[in-house]
């Protein structure tokens, strides 16, 4: 392998693999590891597929994206989030996560730093050590709603820094940063001549009648943000793998580039039924929202009663990140700690220090009420006889 690759597996998928495979072999599982609403996705989507396929939509697709679905994907971020992108600003990507891979190997030189507040999403760090690039971590506190501070962010930028990562709402604390403390971060940013990339993939599932704010509506900042969206969350198609980067077009002109090199592009099919998806966005979005909402609910105060224990309810994504204490040990190695639990109760936990941050767990809630009963009906039994 190639030495100046510094790369690690991703610990969600690691053990979403692990479950899957533990799954196949016929052993009960309780997968509460990646984070995927599992919801079916929309008939009206799958019929748009199958209408792809019927029409022999099967060939290449334009690389940046069918031209329909970026009018359309464009449309959403503006009437929906309050931007004002145009098609040239929009590319559609193999997932969010390809999105972002593409926006760093663009623009990481070696040495190059990288701003990521921490606990962060697995990926970020990784994927700035794989362009040989340094993750420069903030850590936050449960204590100050997991948020960075303004401050923080300003100590860490050295000429080298070439972007902070935000990711609002954030996986894995479900914490959402307010249009102030946006515009502050965001003003810090164009001050140090930084660009900002802004994770906004769970931006549908927001509870509780929460206002969203996208880092893509404030026309001041525009130059100066690259947005990463997907449909994998709120549209419930992780698998459909169709995500988008919203950019200044001289970003969206090298990632064509680099899309042309490499994938050739999103699967056409793919592309079709997302455009239905979007187009249906009004119906399909509250939907998943609010089923996410009462599972939210259900693992909360299950788990709450169960280990009598007051976690607070997470006001977006699809993740509860649950301090070990809550269990009743004063073990911190979470690692050891999710290894132990997969092994005795057959739940599957991510361990914080994956997400930076030791002596938590990460729980996904986007499984089925009942699988969300049963496994902390699992975890408390063992923890109460221990
Ligand atoms: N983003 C999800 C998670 O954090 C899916 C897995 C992944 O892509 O890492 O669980």
């Not at 396929?53 to 359309?72: C, D, F, M, S």
């Not at 100590?155 to 070439?162: E, F, N, V, Y």
């Not at 220090?353 to 809630?365: I, P, T």
Request: a negative charge; glycine letters at 6%.
């Amino acid at each position: 392998m190639n030495p100046s690759i510094h790369l690690e597996p991703s610990a969600t998928i690691k053990i979403n693999s692990l479950a899957l495979e533990k799954q196949k072999s016929g052993q009960g599982v309780f997968n509460l590891s990646a984070g995927e609403p599992m919801v079916d996705t929309s008939d009206i989507v799958k019929q748009s597929a199958i209408r792809a396929l019927q029409k022999n939509y099967t060939h290449y697709p334009p690389v940046a994206g069918i031209p329909e679905l970026r009018e359309t994907a464009c449309a959403w971020m503006n009437e929906d989030f309050g931007a004002n992108f145009t098609v040239s600003e929009t590319l559609v990507t193999a997932g969010g996560k390809m999105g972002l891979y593409m926006v760093l190997q663009a623009y990481i030189s070696l040495g190059d730093e990288v701003i990521i507040p921490a606990p962060y999403w697995v990926s970020y760090p990784s994927m700035v050590k794989i362009f040989g690039g340094v993750p420069k971590i903030i850590e936050t506190s449960e204590a100050e709603d997991w948020k960075i501070q303004a401050t923080d962010v300003e100590a860490l930028i050295t000429p080298r820094t070439k972007f902070i990562m935000l990711n609002n709402a954030s996986n894995p604390t479900g914490v959402l940063y307010t249009r102030e403390e946006l515009h502050t971060i965001l003003s810090i940013a164009q001050t140090h001549n930084v660009m900002v990339i802004s994770d906004e993939v769970y931006s549908g599932l927001v509870y509780d009648g929460n206002e969203y704010i996208s880092c893509a509506s404030f026309p001041e900042f525009k130059n100066n943000v690259v947005i990463i969206q997907s449909c994998s969350k709120s549209f419930a198609m992780t698998g459909w793998r169709v995500g988008f980067v919203f950019a200044p077009q001289d970003v969206i002109k090298i990632l064509s580039s680099l899309t042309g090199q490499t994938t050739s592009g999103v699967t056409t099919i793919s592309q079709y039924a997302t455009l239905t998806a979007i187009e249906h966005r009004k119906t399909i979005v509250p939907a998943i929202r609010d089923a996410m909402q009462k599972r939210r609910d259900v693992f909360i105060d299950t788990f709450n009663s169960a280990f009598g224990t007051e976690l607070q309810k997470p006001v977006s994504a699809l993740y509860s990140f649950i301090p070990m204490s809550a269990f009743g040990i004063s073990e911190t190695d979470s690692l050891t700690f999710c290894e132990r639990v997969m092994e005795e109760t057959c739940v599957a936990l991510v361990p914080g220090v994956a997400f930076g941050k030791e002596g938590y767990v990460r729980v996904a809630f986007g499984v089925g009420e009942e699988e969300l009963r049963e496994s902390i009906d699992m975890l408390s039994t063992f923890f109460i006889e221990i």
